[in-house]
């Protein structure tokens, strides 16, 4: 990323043009489909049936996605005057698929597995895999928000301090966002107790998460205009999603290892909480 003084939009080569419509025709495609098997076929994927989830209608879940989207609109264009076309397309598309993937991974793994009760969303218009859009949208902007912010606190730091501040900042909002969105009267989300040790009765495991999944991304993303340099916009993109998918595997085995060990180490319950939190 870049945080330049002021607005400023390179041109878009018509080779990165086609590489957008692509991966965004892809990304869509796959919406499409998960929507339509979520809605329409939830005993496929087993999709829990949850009652008197508050704000949860088709109509209060579409305004919610709709609403996420002018979020991210704004967030979007500020990338795109900054970066580039080609550039925040990859940023919204790459975290969007990123954090799609990571949690429907661990909440179909959960269904079908007896490894780990993991948990899963209550409420969602469009769907990405097995992940609510709102939610993928609401990754990017705290993804591009602390990013950003972590470049303007750190300007002269390398990549890594800068990572590192941009995936603490984003850690520490869900600090508190987690356990409120996780009570009775918003529900959007229901743990089913995959982790020993919790903070404020949510998984030690989802923190952990958030750190290793914005500090990864953005070094990831800090090597995308050297690889559209050396390789083209797309084969640049193809080597960055790639890139993105394999590490979703390596996340996958870390905390495998994390929850064995963990369990070995802590066999009963732990919960680091304040006021019954």
Not at 118 to 135: D, M, N
Not at 183 to 191: M, S
Not at 249 to 267: E, K, N, Q, S
Request: hydrophobic share 55%; glycine share 8%.
């Amino acid at each position: 990323m870049t945080a330049g003084a002021g607005p400023r939009s390179p041109g878009v080569s018509a080779e990165e043009r086609r590489v957008i419509w692509l991966w965004a025709g892809a990304v869509g495609l796959v919406v499409l489909g998960s929507t339509v098997l979520h809605q329409l076929l939830p005993g496929v994927l087993k999709v829990p049936v949850e009652a008197a989830v508050p704000h949860s209608t088709p109509l209060e879940t579409l305004v919610q996605d709709l609403a996420a989207a002018l979020l991210c609109w704004l967030c979007f264009r500020h990338a795109w005057m900054v970066q580039g076309l080609y550039r925040a397309v990859m940023f919204l598309i790459g975290s969007f698929v990123f954090t799609g993937v990571e949690e429907s991974m661990w909440i179909i793994g959960g269904r079908f597995s007896d490894f780990v009760d993991s948990y899963y969303f209550t409420r969602g218009f469009f769907w990405f895999l097995e992940t609510p859009v709102q939610a993928c949208l609401g990754w990017f902007l705290l993804a591009y928000g602390c990013m950003y912010i972590a470049e303007v606190l750190l300007p002269r730091a390398g990549a890594l301090a800068r990572a590192a501040l941009a995936a603490f900042l984003a850690m520490d909002l869900d600090l508190w966002m987690d356990p409120v969105m996780t009570r009775p009267a918003h529900r959007a989300w229901v743990w089913l107790n995959p982790d020993p040790i919790a903070i404020f009765s949510i998984p030690l495991l989802n923190f952990v998460g958030w750190f290793m999944l914005i500090f990864i991304f953005a070094i990831v993303y800090e090597r995308l205009p050297a690889m559209q340099a050396r390789h083209g916009p797309a084969r640049a993109a193809l080597r960055f999603f790639g890139g993105l998918m394999l590490i979703e595997l390596g996340i996958l085995v870390f905390f495998i290892v994390y929850l064995i060990t963990l369990r070995r180490l802590c066999p009963a319950p732990l919960n680091f909480t304040l006021w019954g939190i």
